[in-house]
């Protein structure tokens, strides 16, 4: 029965196979790294290396070379006029709002790992929060630049801000876009502080392992002097709870006032009391994807497969599945809704949805958000690499479908056949959406080269060794306890080695 | 006192130990298990400016060193409440009120009729109030929390050592620092020879 041992099993890929419960123990969550010294080694070698790996250079110098385009997409756009855009007189918001909304809902799967499974004790979140929360920065950078070059006159973008001017007008904040101003902006302040303070500690690693003048300085200046003190560490750990309650909430409004822009207007298939929870749901289904999709590669290239294992990607998975469920729910109950609210227009908006003009966009986001998702009920998809890998980019295109979708198919048919137009996207619209990936892989890839990856100080926190009453280990570390498989940390059953406590 | 330390550094090799004042003594540990008894009997003995070192928190050391719950929270609980009054006052005031008021410049608000709504539609500003209050409670947090901690201080002694470097990798450090009341050089390095230590090293101040 070697199987029902979590120690002892491998998958087919050959990876160790820490996804099955044993009950009475806890699943390891880091393999093959006896001492804390063992994790600081995996992680800071990736920014201490002198030269980055090779398919880093070509990756960085590909994300380089779109958000150049991206750079001179909206210069043009900001010379020439939104005429550039495909918009037409019904269809004033296509890919420019697609866009936005679509990174800003990848950015809450971050904020998702960090702030909430962070409340709920979640221990495996540390393998992988660091860099879910620096996608999560990126993708709000991303975000933040469309609502910024959609409004046309460009230069007068303090008027979203409640700044005296010798108008003396006012921002008007009874509309919902006003609310999303400073929701988004909030999002981005928060997120940021959330993900520094998290990095502290490891940058002050970094600060006393570097040995060139330039890493000492930088790393030092941003580690502002952390010595691991515990009567530090005591106020730490509070304001990082802090930060994580108070980031909980803000992540469900935030993407509840993304979707109070479409809800509170009278636009048929927008005017939905479903959807601030729905576009929360599909904010976490596509933010889990794009941390997939980002951490299969990472991993495998920054040799940090013992700490991101495969129950870590197992479980991003199963968030998926679930909120892949909810998506599709959703889908249905707006097409309940369209028939049983007995309204001419709302019915004809949703049959026009799957039936109309779009109907290919339509369907492509069914396949990709509703089927999908539904292959990860089967254990050997979950956790081959290859496949979810995959599956999270069928789900992230049809993320930005679905985006596509709401905005585009809803306003291109409304009330009045005569005032019909159909969208089509110029080259200027692919250009920027390209770009924007551009962006951020560039973002992510600085930040992959040369800040730490993983949340060091995190990670040892959930080490077995970590915790006081374990007992004196001999020498470096605890040793493999008895019954352990060869090569893999033990992980014994110990009541409360939290990372934090409450 | 030459036993006392391993920095390689001929200051630190403690002949001058007579004539250069001392920041602390150092005591490392193996495991937070160790470091955690070791803070238990520092404590008893009375001490007073002392501190525990370690790469990441280590669960049920605060109790050990005796360290008080921060106020931190109900601080921050002010600063959102703060958060929720600016964002009542900045939108009852720029859109429901026709008052002129300094702040900074003069300003002047403009009552905004909107779909026939009333001028003080406080429903419609709830989501503004409430990002305003997370905005001030997060910031304050983090702002609080390093204001509290002493930092940014770039520079501490204890950044002379060698040894407290694998501090932020993975030993587990006491200090004890000479300001303290109880502190005498021979007597404290004797009292912490007992907590069973890896090592014990001087600081410089």
């Known amino acids: 029965m070697t199987t029902l041992r979590a120690d002892q099993a491998f998958l087919p890929s050959g990876e160790p196979d820490n996804t099955v419960e044993v009950p009475g123990t806890r699943a390891p969550l880091v393999f093959n790294h006896d001492s804390f010294h063992a994790v600081t080694e995996t992680v800071c070698k990736v920014p201490e290396a002198k030269s980055p790996p090779l398919i880093w250079t070509l990756g960085f110098l590909l994300a380089l070379m779109c958000t150049g385009m991206l750079g001179f997409m909206v210069t043009y756009l900001i010379f020439t006029g939104v005429g550039v855009w495909g918009l037409n007189n019904p269809v004033s918001w296509a890919f420019d709002i697609t866009n936005f909304v679509f990174w800003v809902g990848i950015g809450h799967a971050g904020t998702l790992i960090s702030a909430i499974l962070f409340l709920f004790r979640q221990k495996w979140r540390t393998g992988i929060n660091r860099f879910a929360e620096a996608m999560t920065i990126f993708a709000v950078i991303c975000a933040g630049l469309f609502p910024g070059i959609h409004i046309g006159r460009v230069w007068l973008a303090y008027w979203l801000f409640p700044i005296p001017n010798q108008m003396e007008m006012w921002p008007q904040f009874r509309s919902p876009l006003l609310w999303d101003v400073f929701a988004v902006s909030t999002y981005f302040t928060v997120s940021l502080l959330f993900w520094y303070v998290g990095m502290i500690p490891d940058l002050a690693t970094l600060r006393d392992r570097a040995t060139?003048?330039?890493?000492?300085?930088?790393?030092?200046?941003?580690?502002?002097?952390?010595?691991?003190?515990?009567?530090?560490?005591?106020?730490?750990?509070?304001?990082?709870?802090?930060?994580?309650?108070?980031?909980?909430?803000?992540?469900?409004?935030?993407?509840?006032?993304?979707?109070?822009?479409?809800?509170?207007?009278?636009?048929?298939?927008?005017?939905?009391?479903?959807?601030?929870?729905?576009?929360?749901?599909?904010?976490?289904?596509?933010?889990?994807?794009?941390v997939v999709t980002l951490a299969v590669p990472a991993r495998q290239l920054f040799g940090l497969k013992n700490i991101i294992t495969i129950r870590h990607l197992d479980n991003m998975n199963k968030v998926i599945l679930v909120t892949g469920c909810m998506v599709g729910y959703a889908y249905s109950v707006e097409f309940f809704v369209a028939w049983y609210s007995g309204a001419m227009y709302e019915k004809f908006a949703f049959v026009n949805r799957a039936f109309g003009q779009y109907w290919w966009a339509y369907w492509i986001m069914v396949s990709c958000n509703v089927i999908t998702p539904q292959l990860f009920w089967f254990k050997a998809i979950r956790t081959s690499i290859p496949l979810m890998f995959i599956l999270s980019i069928f789900v992230n295109v049809g993320m930005w479908f679905e985006r596509f979708v709401i905005i585009v198919t809803s306003l291109a048919n409304d009330f009045l056949p005569t005032s019909w137009d159909t969208f089509v996207p110029t080259w200027v619209d692919v250009g920027t959406m390209v770009g924007a990936f551009g962006l951020f892989f560039t973002l992510f890839l600085l930040f992959c080269r040369y800040l730490p990856m993983i949340a060091m100080a995190e990670v040892k926190a959930i080490m077995p060794q970590a915790n006081p009453h374990a007992g004196p280990g001999p020498g470096p570390g605890t040793g493999p306890g008895p019954g352990t498989g060869p090569g893999i940390g033990h992980a014994a059953a110990h009541s409360h080695g939290e990372g934090a406590h409450p | 006192m030459s036993t006392l330390t391993t920095d390689p550094r001929p200051e630190a090799q403690g002949v001058r130990s007579g004539d250069v004042p001392l920041h602390a003594l150092l005591a490392e540990f193996a495991t937070p298990g160790e470091l955690m008894h070791a803070a238990e009997a520092v404590r008893k003995a009375g001490f007073r400016w002392w501190d525990c070192h370690t790469p990441f928190p280590v669960h049920g050391l605060d109790k050990a060193m005796g360290i008080k719950p921060t106020i931190l929270p109900i601080l921050v609980f002010g600063a959102g409440a703060t958060g929720t009054a600016v964002g009542f006052a900045l939108q009852a005031f720029t859109n429901s009120s026709a008052l002129t008021l300094w702040a900074i410049v003069w300003v002047t608000g403009y009552p905004f009729l909107i779909s026939g709504k009333p001028l003080l539609s406080t429903p419609a500003f709830v989501p503004v109030m409430f990002e305003l209050t997370i905005l001030l409670a997060a910031t304050s947090t983090v702002f609080l929390m390093l204001l509290f901690n002493g930092l940014p201080w770039l520079h501490h002694p204890l950044f002379r050592s060698e040894r407290f470097r694998r501090v932020t990798d993975d030993k587990f450090v006491l200090v004890i620092q000479a300001r303290d009341p109880k502190f005498s050089r021979g007597k404290t390095e004797q009292f912490l020879r007992t907590l069973n230590p890896v090592a014990v090293e001087a600081v410089e101040a």
């Open chain 1, 212 to 290: 060139g003048r330039i890493q000492q300085f930088g790393y030092g200046l941003f580690a502002l002097g952390w010595r691991g003190s515990n009567r530090h560490w005591h106020r730490y750990e509070r304001a990082y709870l802090l930060l994580a309650a108070l980031s909980t909430p803000l992540v469900l409004s935030v993407h509840s006032v993304v979707s109070f822009d479409f809800a509170v207007s009278q636009l048929p298939g927008w005017h939905s009391t479903i959807f601030p929870p729905y576009f929360v749901a599909g904010a976490i289904f596509s933010g889990f994807a794009m």
